[in-house]
T-cell receptor, first 116, second 112 residues
Framework: DAGVIQSPRHEVTEMGQEVTLRCKPISGHNSLFWYRQTMMRGLELLIYFNNNVPIDDSGMPEDRFSAKMPNASFSTLKIQPSEPRDSAVYFC??????????????FGSGTRLTVV | DQQVKQNSPSLSVQEGRISILNCDYTNSMFDYFLWYKKYPAEGPTFLISISSIKDKNEDGRFTVFLNKSAKHLSLHIVPSQPGDSAVYFCAAKSQNTGKLIFGQGTTLQVKP
């Protein structure tokens, strides 16, 4: 398995533009998580899905952020309109089942977003 | 409210010595704790974990200690190697929600 695949790896956009981040989880995993990494807060959970259904989006910072999982092999995180404070590294992770196995989540390599 | 805290942003140790990374948490409903390691331009990767019913778990050079009364856990790396230089994240799972909550991370530098 190629692991969790995220695209793009880097994104530079102007303030006010729409940004879409993409994630392909590991085949067979039924839970998917979007995290944001910042210096101040480390890895923050934004939203997670179980069996393609959003379970908890309490970490989504504001209405400008939205996430979808139309099928078991694809998810998007959209920011519209983007702002400079959204600049961060966004990680997608997947796991099997609601409970952790001994190995926790498998993370993708992240998307580094820069909003200028 | 930061439920998982890593109060040391960075740590520098000499090769061959012990590295001790610390983590504090506030939520007594956490039932599982994990450490992840992250290299630049890569995603975090699982390192070691411990259940809340245990106080120690060892895997090679890595040992995690859990002190539930103090709501504190630590990761010991001995002996430290230059390849251990990375950002280490502490994470905790809530038995209520199943979510992993991460700390801010500690950057470890092991000097040759």
């Amino acid at each position: 398995d190629a692991g969790v695949i995220q695209s793009p790896r880097h994104e530079v956009t102007e303030m006010g533009q729409e940004v879409t981040l993409r994630c392909k989880p590991i085949s067979g995993h039924n839970s998917l998580f979007w995290y944001r990494q910042t210096m101040m807060r480390g890895l923050e959970l934004l939203i997670y899905f179980n069996n393609n259904v959003p379970i908890d989006d309490s970490g989504m910072p504001e209405d400008r952020f939205s996430a979808k999982m139309p099928n078991a092999s694809f998810s998007t995180l959209k920011i519209q309109p983007s702002e400079p404070r959204d600049s961060a590294v966004y990680f997608c992770a997947s796991s099997l089942g609601n409970s952790l196995n001994n190995y926790g989540y498998t993370f993708g390599s992240g998307t580094r977003l820069t909003v200028v | 409210d930061q439920q998982v805290k890593q109060n040391s942003p960075s740590l520098s140790v000499q090769e061959g010595r012990i590295s001790i990374l610390n983590c504090d948490y506030t939520n007594s409903m956490f039932d599982y704790f994990l450490w992840y390691k992250k290299y630049p331009a890569e995603g975090p990767t699982f390192l070691i974990s411990i259940s809340s019913i245990k106080d120690k778990n060892e895997d090679g050079r890595f040992t995690v200690f859990l002190n539930k009364s103090a709501k504190h856990l630590s990761l010991h790396i001995v002996p430290s190697q230059p390849g251990d230089s990375a950002v280490y994240f502490c994470a905790a799972k809530s038995q209520n929600t199943g979510k992993l909550i991460f700390g801010q991370g500690t950057t470890l530098q092991v000097k040759p």
